[in-house]
């Protein structure tokens, strides 16, 4: 998506400034697949220890991204304590182990179900993008934002998380510190909307499109919204993840518009060299087209081989993919960083929470408006 990954975002700019150290590196590896061993562990167990306690219809329904999650927070608290966490940080690739198990995630995806729900994803993707963007650049220009912040916020809750703060940061050359304060933001708001929006979804008796509509066109991040999905049933998940890479398809042509922008009208420098095409697929999020081919693959093979196969071959690309899921929300808790939003003070975070409060509005409006006759 960018040459900049999610866990440089999120760490010091000394560090990101240092030779990798691939020792830590490798311990950081364990350390997540530890966890991510863990979590597979409770999920698997959890509920046969409770079964007969008055906590097992709970112990029922959580499922692994909570495991993952919490466990990741825990071991961020623990590292942190011990001051190890920031030599460990480069092994926690969040942006990594998502796409993969969003590829993986497109083998399980019919190509008709793809082709029939990208109408109604790109009219939201559109006019949720728009809305929430211009929304939040507003309200960040009411409160003084610096014009660089407010780009790094709209593009982050707008489309999708990190990874949009991070195109941004290199369309309008933010500083280091705003795009880590910005990632921190997008987490932090991200975290209690796993458990929230498919919750809601059930109190609101939302059919499975019209939820997985929501959910990837309001969480910011690709994980989160991968979690949320998971949470609230496969047929969700499938339209989730459809709106939600949607929405990262976009984030090319986002920031090739706003490196125009600043470019000419902000920073009006003379020597600013127009974005052009070789721009823009630089910026494409390629792993858009993995999950694209990787359903394409799917579909062929489950109509030239028999159920019994293709049922084997769907298991196997669905445990490779829960592996990969869990990894990557085993490193969303140990990316995690408090500090960074204590830097800005209370502006940032009041036009973010605004921005978001719009976006689950319109998002829920939209999802309805567009998803209500959709069969999964």
Known sequence: MTTVNETEALVPAEQTERKVDWAWVGAGLVVVLALAWLTK???????????????????KSVEYPVYAI???????????????RDRLAPAFRTEFFIKTGLVLLGVSINLSLLVTAAGPAIVQALLLISGVFLFTWWLGGKLGLDDKLRALLASAVSICGVSAAIAAAG???????QLAYAA?????FALPSIFLLPWLAGVFGLSDAVAGAWIGGNIDTTAAVTAAGTLAGEDALKIAT???VTQNALIGIVAVALTAWFAFKVERTADSARPGAGELWRRFPKFVLGFVAA???????ANTVSAADNS?????????????LILAF??????????ALREAGWRPIAVFASATVVNIVLALALAALLFSDFTV
């Open 295 to 301: 359903s394409v693959l799917g579909t062929w093979f």
């Open 41 to 59: 562990y409770l999920d698997k167990n959890v509920p046969a220890w409770l079964a007969d306690t008055s906590l097992k219809r709970v112990a």
């Open 242 to 244: 459809i709106v939600k």
């Open 330 to 339: 085993v490193s969303i808790g140990l990316e995690f960083r408090l500090t």
């Open 70 to 84: 919490v466990i990741g927070l825990l071991g961020n608290a623990v590292l942190t304590a011990t001051g190890v």
């Open 312 to 324: 084997a071959a769907q298991a196997v690309a669905t445990n490779f993919r829960t592996w990969f």
């Open 184 to 188: 921190s933001l997008v987490i932090l």
């Open 171 to 177: 369309a309008v050359k933010a500083k280091r510190e």
